[in-house]
């Protein structure tokens, strides 16, 4: 796995909807860590930090999250997002903790690895038809992407996800006729000539 993001927070200063707002509109996104072992801890952030955390490594990321003011540590994973659905701004960020056992099932994406010989002559088009696998995996083997090697297909195929190599450490969950890519000839679209409209004698 790539490096882990980091991420801060402090304990939720709003006890009332109204305070919530007033936290929303200053740039402050509440959110909370859940454990099914713990209380749930009710935290805030910032807003821009923290969209620009899941812009860039996605909605099921994983963080390791320091909270002030006593920089207590958490592996965590993005749970659940709660954005405003007409300016699309965050309104709240639920975060899963992971403990050293801890099992998770979440959403990874698949990077395309390669280039199948038809594409690089022309002959053929490469479409991605699936962009993330649904895994279970302890904590110490996730992974935050999967590559997949198309290279090797041909003209006219399909790529499964039974045709991925199986791997130690997590369990593909999403089902194993899903596809993943198709490789397929180009389709050239006809231009149909206008017409022109027949005159009418007088």
Known sequence: MSKTPQLTAHP??????????????????????QHKKHATLHLQEDEK???????????????EM????????HTVIVHDIQRN????????VTFQDMEKGDTVKTHISLTFKGQPDS???????????????????????????????????ELNSSLRVS?????????????EDTVIATLSAPTVMDEVAETPAAEVAA
């Not at 659905?85 to 709240?92: A, D, F, G, V, Y």
């Not at 088009?125 to 993330?132: F, G």
């Open 119 to 153: 594409v690089r002559t022309g002959e053929g088009v490469l479409s991605q038809v699936l962009s993330q696998l649904e895994i279970r995996s302890d904590v110490q083997h996730l992974v935050d992407h999967i590559n997949v090697d198309v290279s090797h297909m």
């Open 85 to 92: 659905p007409i300016s699309k701004r965050l309104l709240h």
């Open 66 to 73: 320091t909270i002030e003011p006593d920089k207590i540590k």
């Open 49 to 63: 930090a923290l969209n620009a955390f899941i812009l860039s490594y996605g909605g099921s990321a994983v963080a």
């Open 163 to 175: 045709d991925l190599p199986k791997q130690d450490g997590y369990e593909i969950l999403t089902p």
């Open 12 to 33: 939720l200063t709003a006890t009332s909807k109204g305070e919530v707002k007033r936290l929303r509109l200053s740039g402050i996104v509440p959110v909370s860590i």
